[in-house]
């Protein structure tokens, strides 16, 4: 008997729990909110500050129209030139300029010709400050970031007259107030206001336009406040985006990084020495990352482990053979009786038959993982593929020893997710060794029954059964505990451990108990989800 290896057992892989998107453990909706809050928060400043400074503009410009109107009727009322003359002494607390243009389009008042009347003077912009320069500065980017219309800059003609102003001759043609907006170099806002003289009840000719004019600083003023604010907002939001970057960035970049690290050091085939972070306390995308990789890591060095116990254990396996093969061929030469020499080819013989067995074998083995991998489910019914494995056995010949096999399976399909040949190979494998196992005229049981979810295979011999201390071990390579009426060497302890594979390959698995009714023997049991 041969000492059973030892085998690492791999810690379960663990169900990766995948973050719902939309949920705040998500990355990906923690990195668009960070990303676009501060855009969101400057894009609505700039297109609410537009709309308010267009509503006050339009709020000021109907009710310059409605003072026009005021002062047309008045002129229409009081005769044009007599209340033109009134006119010239008008004044308003915001300075608005007041003119009035005869029908040939002659200026006819003025109100700014007094100079005991308040008026708006417009600023050099080059002779201002720091300050207002910069204010400037910003209102030419919002303006071209928001795409606001440009207004004409307004400068006065060399001669005063209403061909010189288009909404007062706009207002002359069509008989209807026009309004208009125009800019000074600092880029305040001039309103003005043109509308026709209702045509008197005396002698007064008609035709006359009057034309408002008021600047609007507080409308700037307002829409700079406004702006400030939203700048400050726009600050506010943009610190804490960073901090909230900064978050992301430890809480992103610094695992990671720890991440790679260990994967280049698995590459470069230091897999033992690496402890890759398992991060239990995240549940994002990361901590989902960092334990696949441990996972994968640490079933890496499973696998490593495993085929250098495997190429050892072959290494042993084949050591037995070789040694007794040179033993004999060493000792052919010298004996020169017959019968001697007969025995040595017979033990020439076994030898290499069973390295060949053993070659074999071990061939099968090392492809039953790559094979696997590849290999597609179907339905199978494991009653049927019971039945036919046996009918097969039986029909091939009779069994040695006058071992009989039975099968008891319903006349239901009992299906599996399976690849029946190598389902069969399981069958033939566990079914063989009972009836190595087997006394004289014993019986080998195959049963099948459907239990909850699961479909079970038992195959029960009356053989002397496996001893608790071993049931685990007779399903490592190599391992082979045989009965003492077979010869040593006629299997290579390699059966149950491709079977063990294949099953747990299907999400199947396979263990060894005592019989049920306590009777000698063992009882293998297999079991896959049924379908």
């Known amino acids: 008997m041969n000492a059973p290896a030892s085998r690492i057992e791999p810690q379960p892989a663990a169900r990766l729990r995948q973050p719902r998107f939309g949920s705040w453990s998500s990355l990906v909706t923690r990195i668009l909110v960070v990303n676009l809050l501060a855009l ?233 020495d690496v402890v890759v972070p398992r991060l239990p306390h995240r549940r994002d995308e990361i901590g989902a990352l960092a334990r696949a990789l441990a996972d994968m890591t640490a079933t890496l060095r499973h696998r490593i482990d495993a085929t250098e116990a495997f190429a050892a254990d072959v290494a042993h396996e084949l050591k037995n053979p070789l040694a007794s093969l040179r033993s004999a061929v060493e000792a052919l030469g010298s004996v020169r009786d017959r019968a001697a020499r007969a025995q040595l080819f017979g033990l020439i013989n076994a030898d290499v038959q069973r390295i060949d067995r053993l070659i074999s074998d071990i061939s099968a083995a090392s492809r039953i993982d790559a094979e696997l991998s590849r290999t597609r489910l179907h339905p199978v019914d494991l009653a049927a593929l019971a039945s036919g494995t046996v009918a097969a056995m039986l029909a091939s010949g009779p069994l040695p020893q006058g071992i009989r096999v039975r099968v008891k399976a319903p006349d239901q399909p009992l299906l599996v997710a399976a690849d029946a040949d190598r389902l069969g190979q399981v069958l033939n494998n566990l079914i063989d060794n009972a009836i190595s196992f087997s006394p004289i005229a014993g019986q080998v049981q195959v049963q099948v029954v459907r239990h909850e979810s699961q479909i079970v295979l038992s195959v029960e011999d009356e053989g002397p059964g496996v001893p608790p201390e071993a049931r685990d071990a007779i399903f490592e390579r190599f391992y082979s505990e045989r009965p003492a009426a077979e010869h040593f060497g006629q299997h290579s302890g390699l059966g149950l451990s491709i079977a063990r594979a294949i099953l747990e390959a299907m999400d199947g698995q396979i263990r060894v108990e005592a019989r049920a009714d306590g009777l000698p023997g063992a009882c293998f049991v297999v079991s896959l989800p049924a379908l």
């Open 40 to 272: 969101f928060a400057l894009a609505g400043g700039i297109l609410y500050l537009d709309s308010f400074r267009a509503r006050m503009l339009e709020t000021r410009a109907s009710e310059l129209v409605q003072q026009g109107d005021i002062i047309a009727h008045f002129l229409a009322d009081e005769g044009l030139r007599e209340a033109s003359l009134a006119l010239a002494n008008f004044t308003t607390p915001r300075g608005t300029r007041v003119r009035v243009y005869a029908p040939d389009g002659a200026l006819m008042a003025d109100n700014w010709r007094n100079p005991q009347v308040a008026r708006f003077a417009l600023e050099d912009p080059t002779t201002e400050g720091f300050r207002r320069q910069s204010a400037v500065l910003i209102d030419r980017m919002i303006a071209f970031l928001s795409q606001q219309e440009r207004l004409p800059e307004i400068a006065e003609p060399m001669a005063d007259v209403r061909q010189a102003w288009p909404e007062a001759e706009a207002a002359f043609v069509s008989g209807r107030a026009q309004t208009a907006a125009w800019r000074t170099p600092d880029r305040l806002v001039i309103l003005q206001a043109a509308v026709p003289v209702a045509k008197p009840a005396d002698n007064a000719a008609p035709g006359a336009i009057v034309l408002l004019t008021v600047d609007t600083p507080d409308v700037l003023d307002s829409v700079r406040r406004e702006r400030q604010t939203s700048f400050t907002v726009f600050l506010v939001v943009l610190g804490f985006s960073l901090l909230l970057s900064l978050y992301l960035a430890r809480t992103v970049v610094v695992p990671l990084r720890q991440l790679a690290l260990a994967a280049h050091r698995v590459r470069l085939g230091r897999a033992r």
